[in-house]
């Protein structure tokens, strides 16, 4: 009866805790590289700096007026702002860490505000336009298409854009080349010819397969991830140094697991490259006895959505309730996480878990498929032992199936992001 109580609380056990680090949230990395990387628009938020290169062969730098709706955003020019249709634009340049450069556009945009409302220049555009369209090649390496206004101001110039008008003061338009008639209205096929292929950026950037890392994972994102094809997980950011999550599992296996969780993470320090973040974890499960439990972590991270190193470290307090039998233990976890980008959609990954009070050292290698929107993940769980272990110790996979011969636990798990 002993042996029996005690195969059971080890099954049990190592059934709790896989379970436990399947849950701990996850988060998105939002931090461009360098300052002229190519980024989308779904990664842009209020009063960004960009360079916006259109498929009409114009090209202007500007700031996100407010944030991007899902087919267009309103971009605020140094002469104007525009609604710009995501199918217009051939691609988005990267200032957005550029401040000298934020700040003079900023000045640009309240002076020639200030500018157009002195000269009344928004009652013009009622006036006609002319039947052809031109480009304007500003001093400030800005270039717009559109038609001129025909009015009989020489102090300034008016044009409307597919997208809206564009106020110029005289003295702001090029010397080189004042105007550039085209024979027509189509898109320059050189500039299209230019367009690169942007490749897509894995939106689970900042999560292993178990164990997030330490970046922040980005005010107004939201995503919905799976483990397992059992356990659904909702995971939205409020702010760009918080996330939240909630959700729940349920495994028919031998002994079935219901799990529901919830918990917060923070990130309060992000660079280029070292990202620390913290976080806490609540958990209520149901296999054979009722778990209640509580997780506080820290995550320091190196590198960047393509590769990266995270050491984490947590501590869990676990009061359980079996037959009227009660019981606290606390766990330590130290583990360690590495993720690599090997293809334009591949990334590798590995997780290696230390647990105290535990002989089994699991080592979990992935691979992981991403788009834009949603991620796959396949992979293996591999049980490593710690010194001095017993060597006749099952693995985690007998433990969990309760059937030996098992050597690897296979996982899967998938995840969309909105």
């Given at each position: 009866m002993n042996g029996h109580t005690s195969r059971a609380k080890a099954v049990l056990r190592s059934t709790h805790l896989l379970f436990i680090l399947l849950i701990v949230p996850g988060s998105h990395s939002l931090h461009a590289q360098d300052q002229r990387t190519l980024i989308r628009p779904r990664d842009l938020r209020r009063g960004d700096l960009v360079k916006l290169v259109m498929k009409d062969s114009s090209h202007f730098y500007g700031l996100v007026a407010g944030k991007p709706l899902p087919d267009r955003m309103i971009f605020q020019t140094r002469y104007g702002k525009l609604e710009t249709p995501y199918d217009d634009i051939a691609y988005i340049m990267d200032y957005r860490f550029n401040k000298s450069m934020k700040n003079d556009l900023r000045k640009a945009i309240e002076s020639n505000s200030k500018d157009a409302e002195k000269y009344h220049l928004s009652d013009l555009i009622a006036n006609r336009k002319s039947e052809t369209p031109s480009i304007i090649y500003t001093e400030s390496h800005d270039a717009f298409r559109g038609y001129k206004f025909i009015i009989g101001d020489t102090k300034h110039t008016i044009i409307s854009t597919d997208w809206g008008e564009i106020y110029f003061p005289a003295k702001e338009i090029s010397d080189k080349e004042l105007f550039s008639d085209f024979d027509s209205q189509e898109p320059d096929p050189l500039t299209i010819a230019r367009i690169p292929r942007i490749p897509p950026k894995d939106p689970m950037a900042s999560q292993g397969f178990v164990t997030p890392n330490g970046i922040a994972f980005g005010k107004g994102s939201?995503?919905?991830?799976?483990?397992?094809?059992?356990?659904?997980?909702?995971?939205?950011?409020?702010?760009?140094?918080?996330?939240?999550?909630?959700?729940?599992?349920?495994?028919?296996?031998?002994?079935?697991?219901?799990?529901?969780?919830?918990?917060?993470?923070?990130?309060?320090?992000?660079?280029?490259?070292?990202?620390?973040?913290?976080?806490?974890?609540?958990?209520?499960?149901?296999?054979?006895?009722?778990?209640?439990?509580?997780?506080?972590?820290?995550?320091?991270?190196?590198?960047?959505?393509?590769?990266?190193?995270?050491?984490?470290?947590?501590?869990?307090?676990?009061?359980?309730?079996?037959?009227?039998?009660?019981?606290?233990?606390?766990?330590?976890?130290?583990?360690?996480?590495?993720?690599?980008?090997?293809?334009?959609?591949?990334?590798?990954?590995?997780?290696?878990?230390?647990?105290?009070?535990?002989?089994?050292?699991?080592?979990?290698?992935?691979?992981?498929?991403?788009?834009?929107?949603?991620?796959?993940?396949?992979?293996?769980?591999?049980?490593?032992?710690?010194?001095?272990?017993?060597?006749?110790?099952?693995?985690?996979?007998?433990?969990?199936?309760?059937?030996?011969?098992?050597?690897?636990?296979?996982?899967?798990?998938?995840?969309?992001?909105?």
């Amino acid at each position: 009866m002993n042996g029996h109580t005690s195969r059971a609380k080890a099954v049990l056990r190592s059934t709790h805790l896989l379970f436990i680090l399947l849950i701990v949230p996850g988060s998105h990395s939002l931090h461009a590289q360098d300052q002229r990387t190519l980024i989308r628009p779904r990664d842009l938020r209020r009063g960004d700096l960009v360079k916006l290169v259109m498929k009409d062969s114009s090209h202007f730098y500007g700031l996100v007026a407010g944030k991007p709706l899902p087919d267009r955003m309103i971009f605020q020019t140094r002469y104007g702002k525009l609604e710009t249709p995501y199918d217009d634009i051939a691609y988005i340049m990267d200032y957005r860490f550029n401040k000298s450069m934020k700040n003079d556009l900023r000045k640009a945009i309240e002076s020639n505000s200030k500018d157009a409302e002195k000269y009344h220049l928004s009652d013009l555009i009622a006036n006609r336009k002319s039947e052809t369209p031109s480009i304007i090649y500003t001093e400030s390496h800005d270039a717009f298409r559109g038609y001129k206004f025909i009015i009989g101001d020489t102090k300034h110039t008016i044009i409307s854009t597919d997208w809206g008008e564009i106020y110029f003061p005289a003295k702001e338009i090029s010397d080189k080349e004042l105007f550039s008639d085209f024979d027509s209205q189509e898109p320059d096929p050189l500039t299209i010819a230019r367009i690169p292929r942007i490749p897509p950026k894995d939106p689970m950037a900042s999560q292993g397969f178990v164990t997030p890392n330490g970046i922040a994972f980005g005010k107004g994102s939201f995503f919905l991830s799976d483990f397992l094809l059992g356990g659904l997980q909702f995971n939205y950011g409020p702010f760009d140094w918080l996330s939240a999550n909630l959700g729940g599992v349920f495994l028919p296996l031998r002994n079935s697991i219901t799990v529901a969780t919830g918990g917060l993470k923070f990130t309060p320090y992000s660079s280029e490259k070292w990202h620390v973040s913290a976080g806490v974890q609540g958990m209520y499960s149901q296999v054979i006895k009722t778990t209640h439990l509580a997780l506080g972590y820290g995550a320091l991270t190196y590198g960047s959505w393509e590769s990266q190193l995270t050491l984490f470290a947590g501590y869990t307090v676990n009061h359980t309730d079996s037959l009227g039998y009660k019981n606290t233990k606390n766990d330590e976890l130290l583990i360690v996480q590495g993720m690599k980008q090997v293809g334009v959609n591949v990334k590798l990954g590995v997780e290696l878990f230390f647990i105290s009070n535990f002989e089994i050292v699991p080592l979990l290698a992935t691979i992981r498929y991403f788009t834009d929107r949603f991620t796959i993940d396949v992979g293996a769980v591999l049980s490593l032992y710690k010194a001095g272990a017993v060597r006749t110790t099952k693995t985690l996979a007998e433990y969990v199936f309760d059937t030996p011969d098992v050597p690897v636990i296979p996982v899967f798990s998938f995840s969309y992001h909105f």
